[in-house]
């Protein structure tokens, strides 16, 4: 390692007042980097080292296998020292600077499967009292509408509409949005109701959600729901509220839903952010021909 490394881990050491961790890790993409000079036998040092020479390595890095998030960080360690060795005179130029980012793959949603949510949502598992029955209104409500955590939190009574069999409810930037409601879900709907009137009688609270004490539900106590309840049908280690929500968005895109439909009940701003659901429905479709195809 050279003198200007030395000089950049105490300047983040003593300047920055960087963790030791933190320094470590610095100190290990400086010195893989400098092993990876070493072995193309360029004769060159850390310092007097090329664009293309950061680029090999960044290629050998992906060739290993390593994840693109990891060594978009590696990279980074070497502008942060290029930049410094500028400011300290030590090079006029930075051969890092032209370096683009590797582009890390999008997750894919995680969402369940049809028979995994017949199973949870199943009538031969009726639901006692007040707590049982929350909470599958709960599951039903996001699995039956895809509304967003924060829209189930604040709904309200006055927004359930089983007359037209809609929902209204308010989304990012309070931006207001229908939702329809199916026939099972309005029985549900009311059954619920019922079941809130003995368990509280006339509630001053006008939000529809309720905990065991009467009070609104929170993000936290409905995320525990959710959670427990899926752990029930899946191993999965994503088990929160948005995974319903990306349930609601596969099932209909599954069974022919159109996808600018599709957007509009999720209430997306723009296509793309829908698009997710193709790329989602496209894994399935490979699976099922991995699985069937003779030579696949």
């Known amino acids: 390692m050279s003198d200007a490394v030395d000089l950049f ?32 036998g360029s004769g060159n040092s850390i310092t007097l080292c090329t664009t293309r020479q950061i680029r090999s390595w960044v290629i050998s890095m992906l060739d290993k296998g390593m994840a693109a998030k990891s060594v978009n960080r590696k990279t980074t360690t070497l502008r942060r020292f290029y930049r410094f060795c500028q400011q300290e005179g030590l090079l006029s130029s930075n051969p890092a600077d032209f370096l683009l980012s590797v582009k890390a793959p999008k997750p894919l949603p995680v969402f369940m ?3 995994q949510m017949e199973y949870l949502l199943s009538s031969a598992l009726v639901p006692e009292g007040f707590p049982s029955i929350r909470n599958l209104m709960i599951l039903e409500l996001l699995y039956g509408t895809g509304m967003r955590l ?36 309005s029985t ?9 009137k003995q368990a509280f009688g006339q509630l001053e609270s006008e939000f529809f959600i309720l905990t065991d004490n009467g009070n609104p539900v929170y993000s936290k106590f409905v995320y525990r729901v959710v959670n427990m309840a899926l752990g029930t049908v899946t191993s999965a280690g994503r088990r929160s509220p948005h995974v319903l929500r990306h349930t609601y968005a596969t099932h ?38 991995q699985k069937a195809h003779p030579r696949a």
Do not use: M, W
Not at 257 to 272: C, F, M, Q, R, V
């Open 188 to 196: 549900f709907i009311r059954q619920y109701i019922t079941a809130r």
């Open 113 to 115: 499967e049809e028979s």
């Open 9 to 40: 881990l105490r300047f983040l050491e003593t300047e920055k007042r960087y963790s030791p961790n933190t320094l470590l890790s610095y100190k290990t993409d400086l010195l893989q980097f400098s092993c990876f000079i070493e072995e193309c």
């Open 150 to 185: 924060s829209e189930l939190t604040g709904l309200k009574d006055i927004d359930i509409d089983l007359v037209r069999g809609q929902i209204k409810v308010f989304g990012k930037r309070q931006k207001e949005r229908i939702i329809p409601v199916t026939s099972i879900l």
């Open 252 to 289: 209909l895109l599954n069974r022919g839903a159109d996808l600018n439909a599709i957007k509009e009940l999720l209430g997306h701003a723009s296509l793309s952010a829908t698009q997710v659901y193709t790329h989602t429905g496209f894994e399935k479709l490979k699976q099922v021909y």
